[in-house]
Nanobody, 120 residues
Framework: QVQLVESGGGLVHAGGSLRLSCVASGVTDYIHRMGWYRQVPGAEREFVASITTAGDINYVDSAKGRFTISTDNAKNTVYLQMNSLKPEDTAVYYC??????????????WGQGIQVTVSS
């Protein structure tokens, strides 16, 4: 099992910055991907960014050029640096980790979510 704890959310004015952190604990062997999703009420959870152990990084188009995902493997931590924040970035942000539980079988773990609010 993997436990995920997010931190760093809060309220910021448009144009400001926040840095989200997510620490993975438990049996963290075979984690191959870490990332972030977000969700607003009434909408589906949306992919934001991910990074694999191979170094592949992906962003949703709206985050490109503003958000940066990174990891500290020694600390089993993934970060999301969010700059030039917009009101439409307001959401609950969820940490997501993919871990192999067998050949070709990956299971997703989720954090509890952390609120990010961007005021106009």
């Amino acid at each position: 099992q993997v436990q995920l704890v997010e931190s760093g959310g809060g309220l910021v004015h448009a144009g400001g910055s926040l840095r989200l952190s997510c620490v993975a604990s438990g049996v963290t062997d075979y984690i191959h991907r870490m990332g972030w999703y977000r969700q607003v009420p009434g909408a589906e959870r949306e992919f934001v960014a991910s990074i694999t152990t191979a170094g592949d990084i992906n962003y949703v188009d709206s985050a490109k050029g503003r958000f940066t995902i990174s990891t500290d493997n020694a600390k089993n931590t993934v970060y999301l640096q969010m700059n030039s924040l917009k009101p439409e970035d307001t959401a609950v942000y969820y940490c997501n980790v993919g871990k192999y539980h067998g050949p070709g079988y990956s299971y997703d773990y989720w954090g509890q979510g952390i609120q990010v609010t961007v005021s106009s």
